[in-house]
Every structure is written in C-alpha cells, then in structure tokens.
C-alpha cells in the first residue's frame, strides 16, 4: 500500500508569490492535517480536515489556506510568501476513529 | 494554550547506556505521541498513549504516561548508534472528536539525540 503521497518535494518561491501543496492520504484514510516544521523546530499545527471540513485550525494567518478534495486529497496553499514560511510541510493522514496519524516525506519549501 | 516541553533538548550519549527523555504538557490530554524523525526526513510513528499509566515498548525504547503528573518518559535501554535520531513527543490539544475527525497535535522542540560508538 502506498503511504502519504507529498508533492513536490522540494520547491523554491519568491517573496511575494504563491505556492500550492498537494497530498494524497493513504487509501482509505479520510482525516488530513497540514503541519510547518522550521528548522531546528518541532512541527506547527495548520490545518485538520475530515471528510472535507475544516475541523481544526492553528495559529496561523490568513494567507495560509486548504482545502479537501472527494477522494480525500488535500491541497494547501499559501499566499504572499515571507522568507519566514521556509520550512518543511508536513501532511498527516488518519483515519478515525483510529488515533494513530502517519506522515508524509514532506515538502521543503525555500522562499528567497 | 497548550505547552509541550521536552528535556534534555540535546543528548550525547555512548552506547551500551541507558536514558530518559522527558515530555512535560501543560493541559489534560487524551493522547501523547512519540516520533522519531532522521535528518532530512519525515516523522515516524513510534508509540501512542492513551490512558494514564500506560506503558508501551518496542526494541530498545519504551514509553510511559502519567496524566496526573502531565509527564510522559521515552527510556532508551543499552543504546545502539541506529537509534541517532531528533525524538518528538506530541499532545492532543482536544479530546477526539466522537465518530472521527481528530484535532491537531502540540509537539515539543524535540530532543536530539547522538549516540556515539
């Protein structure tokens, strides 16, 4: 079976520009959460979605962005990017009412 | 708002010893999570806890909860150099929601780990 599928893997943005990040949960999973992790850092908290509703949401601001598809994929989108969103994206799937999350590889983002 | 501390943050040790890694949460939890995560790489599952004195081991390490304390212990048994790693500890913020759709996890700064031969 295939894992948490995140795509790209390394991407390089300017200030200013906007980025899309997609991830496909394992199959049969409907939970997806988006995590930030910055270097040296333990990963932040962005976005939770279940069957295509927000159900969680961190403290970040409103440039950050998400949304769930029909078969479960989600897409996360950051706008009006700051050298500061540099890190590493995490997606997480689950499948509740199971605990466990498993995470994707993770897409490197740089903004320069 | 829910704080997740991790001691030590930076832990040298040689193998063939024995350590504690420590994970102090500030609000009552339902779920702790340990991860493992290698440089350049993602997180992997190592243990979750779910009920208070529970305890969980695989291989070398073996995880503890203590909801009373909000401390959770990750012990590390005659160290071997594979097990080099950033090790995260992770808290429910909320109780799970009934019939799925689980809120999202608080980690800790995580603690990183070098075992030397």
């Known amino acids: 079976d295939a894992g948490v599928t995140q795509s790209p893997t390394h991407l390089i943005k300017t200030r200013g520009q906007q980025v899309t990040l997609r991830c496909s949960p394992i199959s049969g999973h409907k939970s997806v959460s988006w995590y930030q992790q910055v270097l040296g850092q333990g990963p932040q908290f962005i976005f939770q979605?279940?069957?295509?509703?927000?159900?969680g949401r961190g403290n970040f601001p409103d440039r950050f962005s998400a949304r769930q598809f029909p078969n479960y994929s989600s897409e996360l989108n950051v706008n009006a990017l700051l050298l500061g969103d540099s890190a590493l994206y995490l997606c997480?799937?689950?499948?509740?009412?199971?605990?466990?999350?498993?995470f994707g590889s993770g897409t490197r983002l740089t903004v320069v | 708002e829910l704080k997740v501390e991790q001691n030590p943050l930076f832990l040298s040790m040689q193998e063939g010893k024995n350590y504690t890694i420590y994970c102090n949460y500030s609000t009552t939890s339902d779920r702790l999570y340990w991860y493992r995560q290698d440089p350049g790489k993602s997180l992997e599952s190592l243990f979750v806890l779910l009920s208070n004195g529970a305890v969980k081991q695989e291989g070398r390490l073996m995880a503890s909860l203590d909801t009373k304390a909000r401390l959770s212990t990750l012990h590390i048994t005659a160290a071997v150099h594979d097990l080099s790693a950033t090790y995260f500890c992770?808290?429910?913020?909320?109780?799970?929601?009934?019939?799925?759709?689980?809120?999202?996890?608080?980690f800790g700064k995580g603690t990183h780990l070098i075992i030397q031969p």
């Open positions: 992770a808290v429910a913020s909320l109780p799970a929601y009934s019939g799925g759709g689980a809120d999202g996890l608080t």
């Open positions: 997480a799937s689950s499948f509740p009412p199971s605990y466990g999350y498993t």
């Open positions: 979605y279940y069957e295509k509703e927000e159900r």
